[in-house]
């Protein structure tokens, strides 16, 4: 008979988390709750803060875990000798460069690193501060708040997915067990373009000043998402690039459904509309801190694309030029 293995060595090693922020404490959080050692790299302010409250992570469907702050490591850079398994890079894209040049000084080359940036990546600038590491383009689908101090709660759903790598094959039961069941796929551009036309609605939510969901329940602003959607998808079809579904439905069909008149997308979009009524996006949170954000890496993809066909995207280059007036 063989013996039952204990649940410690399901688990494939220590965790680092770089960048504590909305993802990194949600996602780092689950895990730790999940029995693996996660160890976080972040700014002073909120790590006195999960110092003073520990960690509290909420979802949509009413699921709940905690982790003690005397259980939580917490540093302000990366520890000098670190030998974690896998690394959750959870920094905002103006952050990317510098944080991974420092992980390439720390940790053991070939130590996997997980990119949750939104955005298409891992990109040329991140590949060249750290050519040692194993940068594996990871998708975030859904969105992180913070309802308080220390908890951090996931507003919206969708399944985590990450580039395929054998290093990554053992990682997926324990993300499993952590409530977070991980995708790999051999091609994350289709996934990361997917999430991409997703995410041109936070340009349009950051501009509206509303939460998401009564931003989706205005036609004008469902308007002005499908818009920049269409011309994505016009120039992803030239490119040959088939964008993976985020949603149940096929995105020509989801275009539909955003131009649908408000009372019927309110039935048609049930799912869609289940999220927080106080979620916002992540880029409407930066406008409102003075923050940078991240356009470029959204509508300057879909600009860049167009120029790569010798064409153009006016609705995304205009959106992309209204945020950035926004920021100044
Ligand atoms: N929030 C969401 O719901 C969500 C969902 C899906 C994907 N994403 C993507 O995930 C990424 C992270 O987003 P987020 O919302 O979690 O950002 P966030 O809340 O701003 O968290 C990032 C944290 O990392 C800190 N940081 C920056 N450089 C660092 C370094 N070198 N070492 C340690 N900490 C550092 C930041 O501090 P400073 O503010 O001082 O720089 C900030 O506290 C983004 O690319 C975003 O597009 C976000």
Known sequence: MTRPEPPDELVPGPVLVVGAGLVGCY????????GVPVCFVGRSGMLDELAA?????TDLSGGRSEVPASALQLHTDVPEGARP??????????ALVSALARLAQTVPRDTPVLCCQNGLFPAADAMQAAPQLRLLPAMVPFNI??????????????QLAAQASAR?????????????????HADMLPVQWGK???????????????????QLLDAGHRRRYADLVEEALVLLRRA???????????????????RLPTPLFRLVAFRMLRMDAHARSSMAEDLAAGRPTEINELCGEVVRLAHTLGAQALLNARMAEAISATSR
């Open 27 to 34: 996602l780092g959080g689950r895990l730790q709750a999940a």
């Open 53 to 57: 409250h520990g960690l509290q992570l």
């Open 85 to 94: 398994s896998l690394v959750l890079l959870c920094v905002k894209r103006p």
């Open 145 to 158: 708040m913070r309802r308080g101090p220390g908890h951090f709660h996931r507003a919206t759903s969708g």
């Open 168 to 184: 990554l094959a053992g990682w997926r039961p324990v993300f499993e067990r952590a409530g977070m069941p991980l995708a790999l």
């Open 196 to 214: 991409l036309l997703l995410n041109l609605n936070n340009p349009v939510n950051a501009l509206s000043g509303l939460p998401l969901k009564a």
């Open 240 to 258: 040959r690039i088939e964008p993976h579904r985020v949603t149940p439905l096929p995105w020509e069909r989801f275009l539909q459904v955003l």
